[in-house]
C-alpha cells in the first residue's frame, strides 16, 4: 500500500490475520516519535524597544513550550501491567539501582531488549518453542509468590509488545513476564548480582539433567527413596514430590538431594519445572474431564488427604516443623 505521502509500505504474511498484524506492526513503527526536540520560533525582540509586558512574555516562552512538551513526552507513554515473581521484580530494582537509574527506565530498557532479542530469534526459530523457553525463565526465579507492578514506557514500544503478545495468543501482561525474563537472562548486570546473591549461577544445563534423574526415581522406585528421606512406605506421596505438585518440608526436600546426588539449589529448580510443565492426563470419561494444578499443594493439605492412621498423621506433619 502507498500513504498520503507517497511512501511505500510493503508487508507480508501467510495469511489474511498476520498480513494485517505484520501491517499494524509496519505502520506502527512508522509512528513519528515524541516531537520533545522540536524547536520553537521566537519572534525577535528589538534591543531598542522599550520592555512592554508583551515582549517579555514573548522572552519567557521558550521556557513555558519546553514545559509543556515534557508533558506531552510523559502522557505519549502507556503503561503496561504485569504479574511476575516477587524475586523477579527485585532483581529489576536491583539492576536499577547499580546501573544508577530509575526502576522504571531499567524496566523499559529491559523490555525493549527482550523484544529485539523476541523479533530476532524467532527468525530461526519457532515463535511458540521460543515463548515456552522464555516462559521456562521466568518461573525459574525463586520463590512462589508474586506481584503486580507496571512499566511506563513508550507508546511506540507498548502498542509493538501489545501486537506480538496477540499474535502469538498471550495476553500482554505475560507476554511482557516472559521477555523481561529473557532479558534478564542476557543481562551482565543481573547475571553478576545473581552469582552475588546465590554463589554460583544455576545453569539451564543443570537443571535439566536434575529433571532426568528426578523422572527416572517416579514411579515404582520411589518406594526406595520414600524409605531414605523419612516417608516410610508412602511411595505416593514421595512421587507427588518428585512430580513437583506438592511442596515438601526443608528436611525432606535436603536429603533427597542427598540420595538423588543433586544439589538442593538445582533440585528445589528442577522440582518447580516439573510442575509448570505438567500435562493433562488421558482420560475416557464421558461426563467429567481431568483437571491440572495451578499451585502447588501444602505439605500439610497433602498429607491429611491420605487419611492415614492418626500416628503417622502427625509424624509426618511433624516433619514441616
Known amino acids: 500500500m502507498t500513504l498520503a505521502d507517497g511512501q511505500p509500505v510493503k508487508v507480508t504474511g501467510i495469511d489474511q490475520p498476520h498480513l494485517l498484524l505484520n501491517l499494524m506492526s509496519a505502520l506502527v513503527n512508522l509512528i513519528p516519535q515524541s516531537r520533545s526536540g522540536e524547536q520553537h520560533v521566537v519572534p525577535n525582540v528589538s534591543r531598542t524597544a522599550p520592555a512592554r509586558p508583551q515582549a517579555l512574555e514573548t522572552i519567557m516562552q521558550p521556557t513555558v513550550n519546553t ?5 506531552q513526552t510523559r502522557a505519549a507513554r502507556e503503561v ?90 498471550r495476553s500482554l501482561s505475560s507476554f511482557t513476564n516472559f521477555v523481561i525474563a529473557q532479558a534478564l537472562s542476557h543481562c551482565p ?36 527413596l520414600a524409605t531414605q528421606i523419612d516417608l516410610g512406605e508412602h511411595r505416593q506421596l514421595t512421587n507427588m514430590i518428585l512430580g513437583g505438585t506438592v511442596t515438601a518440608p526443608a ?19 528442577a522440582l518447580e519445572r516439573r510442575f509448570v510443565t505438567q ?22 493439605v497433602a498429607v491429611k488427604e491420605l487419611q492415614l492412621p492418626a500416628d503417622e498423621e502427625e509424624r509426618l506433619l511433624k516433619l514441616e516443623g
Open 251 to 269: 528436611r525432606v526436600l535436603a536429603k533427597m538431594a542427598t540420595a538423588l546426588t543433586v544439589p538442593l539449589e538445582v533440585l528445589s529448580v
Open 189 to 224: 548486570v543481573a547475571k553478576a548480582l545473581r552469582s552475588e546473591a546465590h554463589g554460583p549461577i544455576i545453569t539451564d544445563e543443570a537443571v535439566v539433567e536434575a529433571v532426568k534423574v528426578v523422572e527416572q526415581a517416579c514411579g515404582p522406585k520411589a518406594r526406595l
Open 279 to 300: 500435562t493433562v492426563p488421558a482420560y475416557k470419561a464421558t461426563e467429567a474431564k481431568p483437571t491440572v494444578q495451578v499451585e502447588r499443594k501444602a505439605w500439610s
Open 80 to 169: 503496561i501491567g504485569l504479574t511476575t515473581k516477587v524475586s523477579m521484580h527485585t532483581l529489576v530494582k536491583s539492576v536499577a539501582d547499580e546501573r544508577g537509574v530509575s526502576v522504571a527506565t531499567a524496566a523499559r530498557d529491559l523490555l525493549q531488549d527482550g523484544l529485539t532479542r523476541f523479533d530476532q530469534e524467532s527468525r530461526t526459530i519457532s515463535p511458540s518453542q521460543l515463548l515456552t523457553d522464555y516462559e521456562r525463565k521466568a518461573n525459574d526465579f525463586e520463590g512462589g509468590e508474586s506481584e503486580h507492578w507496571v512499566i511506563r514506557a513508550d507508546r511506540k514500544i507498548v502498542n509493538r509488545t501489545r501486537l506480538r503478545a496477540g499474535e502469538y495468543e
Open 67 to 71: 514545559k509543556h512538551m515534557d508533558e
